[in-house]
């Protein structure tokens, strides 16, 4: 899978799991979770959903990747 692919991938599960959250009204357990995800290149991707809901933005590493 190449970088491109896998962005998008990760977008729509964000986007899947802050909209169920939006739905429920409340956050669960696995929302407050620090999630992470192993990219292409072997760097890691750390996102929560509250850390989104709460600031707008996925990503919680300071080096946030780019697609290629």
């Not at 407050?32 to 919680?60: C, K, M, W, Y």
Request: aromatic share 2%; net charge negative.
């Amino acid at each position: 899978m190449n970088m491109k692919d896998w962005l998008r991938d990760l977008e729509r599960e964000i986007d899947r799991r802050v909209i169920a959250a939006a739905r429920r009204g409340h956050l669960v357990s696995a929302d407050e979770l620090l999630a992470t995800r192993v990219a292409p290149n072997g760097e890691l991707d750390h996102f929560s959903i509250r850390g989104i809901l709460e600031e707008g933005d996925a990503s919680q590493d300071p080096d946030s990747m780019e697609p290629a």
